[in-house]
């Protein structure tokens, strides 16, 4: 997992963000993205480390990693008291 960023980001920012990836992460679910733009979101997924070395860049793979994003998000903005995503 990567270090959280040095610079605040605005919580209205957030707040749209989390709009865009939920739509984002619907619309990879539900087969609205064609596969290559899947893919493509995939090996930036794995760029970022937020997809294993190795493992395939799957539809739902990728929709989760969207999903984890946003609730990363929502605990930036304090709607959580501790990262949902990290293993306890």
């Known amino acids: 997992m990567s270090e959280p960023t040095v610079n605040p980001v ?14 984002c992460e ?30 395939e860049a799957s539809r739902e793979a990728v929709a989760a990693i969207l999903a984890d994003i946003g609730q990363r998000l929502r605990y930036a903005i304090g709607e959580y008291s501790a990262d949902p995503t990290r293993p306890q």
Request: proline residues 7%; contains cysteine.
């Open 10 to 23: 605005p919580s209205a920012d957030v707040l749209v963000l989390l709009a865009v990836l939920g739509r």
């Open 26 to 55: 619907g619309e990879v679910r539900g087969g609205a993205v064609n596969e290559h733009h899947v893919q493509a979101l995939g090996q930036r997924c794995l760029a970022a480390g937020l997809l294993p070395p190795g493992a």
